[in-house]
């Protein structure tokens, strides 16, 4: 079985900080990992995954695979940040997503 | 990319009714999916919507229940049967262009059963 875990419901930073958003999972497979992102009344959209291993919006995260975690990461958190940002795991056979409860990020001004 | 639009948006429904979503995408589609997100929860897929042959259905989700439709590879219908209080939920529709890479979502159908 597949799960993903997010341990925070809610981080709260001030603009300018350090933000980082913790994700673990559990797959016996070879995992694919992403990061989605949904704003407020907007749809929930790709941020970033980890086979790309690119930054988006200054986002990075990186899977390691020794503590199955994919951290989603931002060196100095904007106000347009505040999303609410779910990890997800595709299994191998790419057809089935698995999310994490999310976590809902506030950046106070 | 694929834009995909979903209908009704929301709605609210008597228990014991039933409630036909549905979900039409831009362009042909090889995956179509169906995700719940119930209040204060994450999103959990219900099933895999394939074109000419029935759903596959996940663990806890069953065909009597939401039975889903896929005429053609840019429309797919979800309905939610004899609902319950505890259908109160977002009920998405995605869709994945390429086999393992990302999936585009809906917007999301709010439901509520009184």
């Known amino acids: 079985a597949q799960r993903v875990t997010q341990p925070e419901k809610l981080l709260s930073v001030f603009k300018g900080a350090p933000v980082e958003l913790k994700c673990n999972y559990s797959?016996?497979?070879?995992?694919?990992l992403f990061w989605y992102v949904q704003y407020s009344r907007q749809r929930l959209q790709l941020l970033l995954r980890h086979i790309s291993r690119e930054s988006i919006k200054g986002f990075t995260a990186d899977l390691n695979k020794g503590e199955t975690s994919f951290h989603l990461k931002k060196p100095f958190a904007q106000e347009e940040d505040s999303a609410m940002y779910y990890c997800a795991l595709q299994n191998n056979a790419g057809n089935m997503l698995t999310f994490g409860g999310g976590t809902r990020l506030m950046v106070k001004p | 990319s694929a834009v995909i639009s979903q209908k009704p948006s929301r709605d609210i429904c008597q228990r014991g009714t039933s409630l036909t979503i549905q979900c039409q995408v831009d362009s042909q589609v090889t995956m179509m999916f169906w995700y719940r997100q119930q209040p204060g929860q994450s999103l959990t897929l219900i099933a895999t919507a394939n074109q000419g042959s029935e759903a596959t259905y996940e663990s806890g989700f069953v065909i009597d229940k939401f039975p889903i439709s896929r005429p053609n590879l840019t429309f797919s219908t979800l309905t939610v049967s004899n609902m319950s209080p505890e259908d109160s939920s977002i009920y998405l529709c995605?869709?994945?262009?390429?086999?393992?890479?990302?999936?585009?979502f809906g917007p999301g159908t709010r439901l509520t059963v009184l």
């Open positions: 995605s869709v994945g262009l390429v086999r393992g890479n990302e999936q585009f």
């Open positions: 797959y016996s497979g070879s995992p694919e």
